[in-house]
Protein backbone atom coordinates (compact mmCIF):
# COMPACT_ATOMS: atom_id res chain seq x y z
CA UNK A 1 0.00 0.00 0.00
CA UNK A 2 1.42 3.45 -0.93
CA UNK A 3 0.37 6.06 2.11
CA UNK A 4 0.01 9.38 1.26
CA UNK A 5 0.16 12.01 4.15
CA UNK A 6 -0.22 15.63 4.93
CA UNK A 7 1.87 16.67 7.68
CA UNK A 8 1.43 20.17 9.47
CA UNK A 9 2.61 21.64 12.82
CA UNK A 10 2.41 25.62 14.48
CA UNK A 11 -1.36 26.61 12.83
CA UNK A 12 -1.19 29.40 15.48
CA UNK A 13 -5.24 30.15 14.83
CA UNK A 14 -4.14 30.93 10.97
CA UNK A 15 -7.15 28.93 10.28
CA UNK A 16 -7.66 30.54 6.66
CA UNK A 17 -4.73 28.51 5.93
CA UNK A 18 -6.03 25.33 7.07
CA UNK A 19 -9.06 25.84 5.42
CA UNK A 20 -7.14 26.73 1.76
CA UNK A 21 -5.21 23.43 2.44
CA UNK A 22 -8.47 21.18 3.35
CA UNK A 23 -8.68 19.67 -0.16
CA UNK A 24 -5.23 18.65 -0.33
CA UNK A 25 -5.81 17.14 3.50
CA UNK A 26 -8.76 15.15 2.44
CA UNK A 27 -7.19 13.34 -0.53
CA UNK A 28 -4.26 11.90 2.04
CA UNK A 29 -5.07 9.16 3.49
CA UNK A 30 -3.67 10.45 6.79
CA UNK A 31 -3.20 14.22 8.48
CA UNK A 32 -0.46 14.34 10.76
CA UNK A 33 -0.69 17.13 12.89
CA UNK A 34 2.37 18.16 15.11
CA UNK A 35 0.63 20.37 18.08
CA UNK A 36 0.37 23.88 18.28
CA UNK A 37 -3.27 24.91 17.13
CA UNK A 38 -4.83 21.90 18.39
CA UNK A 39 -7.89 24.32 18.87
CA UNK A 40 -7.73 25.64 15.46
CA UNK A 41 -8.02 21.70 14.12
CA UNK A 42 -11.37 21.34 16.45
CA UNK A 43 -12.92 24.24 14.78
CA UNK A 44 -12.60 22.67 11.38
CA UNK A 45 -13.01 18.89 12.54
CA UNK A 46 -16.47 18.63 10.74
CA UNK A 47 -14.46 19.21 7.11
CA UNK A 48 -11.41 16.86 8.44
CA UNK A 49 -12.39 13.57 6.43
CA UNK A 50 -9.73 11.54 6.67
CA UNK A 51 -8.12 10.22 9.96
CA UNK A 52 -5.76 12.19 11.78
CA UNK A 53 -3.00 11.63 14.31
CA UNK A 54 -2.23 14.34 16.51
CA UNK A 55 -0.33 15.61 19.30
CA UNK A 56 -0.72 18.34 21.44
CA UNK A 57 1.99 21.26 21.40
CA UNK A 58 3.47 23.69 24.20
CA UNK A 59 0.74 26.71 23.11
CA UNK A 60 -1.98 24.15 23.24
CA UNK A 61 -3.29 25.20 26.53
CA UNK A 62 -7.25 25.24 25.98
CA UNK A 63 -9.07 23.29 28.69
CA UNK A 64 -10.77 21.26 25.55
CA UNK A 65 -7.66 19.65 24.33
CA UNK A 66 -5.46 19.02 27.51
CA UNK A 67 -5.92 15.35 27.47
CA UNK A 68 -4.41 14.95 23.78
CA UNK A 69 -0.89 13.45 24.22
CA UNK A 70 2.29 15.14 24.06
CA UNK A 71 3.58 11.68 21.99
CA UNK A 72 1.49 9.31 19.41
CA UNK A 73 2.84 6.52 18.06
CA UNK A 74 1.10 4.58 14.65
CA UNK A 75 2.69 1.79 12.49
CA UNK A 76 2.48 2.31 8.99
CA UNK A 77 2.92 -0.63 7.02
CA UNK A 78 6.67 -2.15 8.47
CA UNK A 79 7.48 1.37 9.52
CA UNK A 80 6.95 2.40 13.38
CA UNK A 81 5.98 6.16 13.34
CA UNK A 82 6.29 8.66 16.23
CA UNK A 83 4.26 12.09 16.26
CA UNK A 84 5.24 14.73 18.74
CA UNK A 85 5.40 18.75 18.89
CA UNK A 86 9.13 18.58 19.67
CA UNK A 87 9.12 20.73 23.01
CA UNK A 88 9.44 17.94 25.42
CA UNK A 89 12.93 16.93 23.67
CA UNK A 90 13.96 20.43 23.11
CA UNK A 91 14.51 20.32 19.21
CA UNK A 92 15.41 24.14 18.92
CA UNK A 93 18.85 22.92 20.40
CA UNK A 94 18.92 19.96 18.18
CA UNK A 95 17.26 16.42 17.60
CA UNK A 96 19.34 14.66 19.96
CA UNK A 97 16.75 14.67 22.00
CA UNK A 98 14.30 12.94 19.26
CA UNK A 99 16.55 10.75 18.33
CA UNK A 100 16.60 9.11 22.26
CA UNK A 101 12.94 8.89 22.01
CA UNK A 102 12.88 7.33 18.43
CA UNK A 103 15.37 4.63 19.85
CA UNK A 104 13.19 4.41 22.67
CA UNK A 105 10.18 3.76 20.57
CA UNK A 106 11.73 2.06 18.39
CA UNK A 107 10.37 3.97 15.71
CA UNK A 108 12.17 4.65 12.35
CA UNK A 109 9.98 7.59 10.90
CA UNK A 110 9.34 10.93 13.16
CA UNK A 111 7.41 13.83 12.92
CA UNK A 112 7.83 16.91 15.10
CA UNK A 113 7.35 20.77 14.69
CA UNK A 114 7.52 23.74 16.94
CA UNK A 115 11.00 25.30 15.46
CA UNK A 116 8.62 26.21 13.12
CA UNK A 117 11.50 25.39 10.22
CA UNK A 118 11.29 22.88 7.54
CA UNK A 119 13.41 19.20 7.42
CA UNK A 120 13.79 16.11 6.40
CA UNK A 121 16.82 14.44 7.14
CA UNK A 122 18.27 10.68 8.69
CA UNK A 123 20.08 10.34 11.51
CA UNK A 124 21.14 7.42 12.89
CA UNK A 125 18.74 5.01 10.24
CA UNK A 126 15.51 7.42 11.50
CA UNK A 127 14.13 9.64 9.42
CA UNK A 128 13.27 13.06 11.24
CA UNK A 129 10.37 15.14 9.07
CA UNK A 130 9.36 18.60 10.37
CA UNK A 131 6.91 20.29 8.03
CA UNK A 132 7.59 23.89 9.21
CA UNK A 133 4.93 26.04 10.43
CA UNK A 134 1.68 26.16 8.69
CA UNK A 135 0.78 29.75 10.22
CA UNK A 136 3.91 31.11 7.92
CA UNK A 137 2.68 28.83 5.01
CA UNK A 138 4.81 25.58 5.06
CA UNK A 139 3.35 22.23 5.35
CA UNK A 140 4.72 18.74 4.27
CA UNK A 141 3.22 15.86 1.74
CA UNK A 142 4.99 12.63 2.52
CA UNK A 143 4.60 9.83 0.55
CA UNK A 144 5.27 6.06 1.60
CA UNK A 145 5.41 2.75 0.91
CA UNK A 146 5.20 1.36 4.51
CA UNK A 147 9.20 1.05 4.49
CA UNK A 148 10.37 4.09 2.69
CA UNK A 149 9.00 7.69 2.15
CA UNK A 150 9.86 10.60 0.95
CA UNK A 151 9.01 14.32 1.90
CA UNK A 152 8.23 17.87 0.03
CA UNK A 153 7.72 20.81 1.54
CA UNK A 154 4.61 22.73 -0.05
CA UNK A 155 3.40 26.26 0.35
CA UNK A 156 -0.07 28.07 0.76
CA UNK A 157 -0.12 31.91 0.63
Known sequence: MVYKLTVISDVHYDVNRLRRIMPIIN????????????????????????????????????PNVMNVADLAGVT??????????????????GISGLLAAAQAKRSSLVFFGHTHSFYDGSVGGIHFI???ALCAGSYALVLGDGANFTCKQEFVL
Do not use: M
Open 76 to 93: LGNTRVLVTHGHKQDVKH
Open 130 to 132: NPG
Open 27 to 62: SSDYLVFCGDGLFNLLTVRGEILVPTICVRGNCDRE
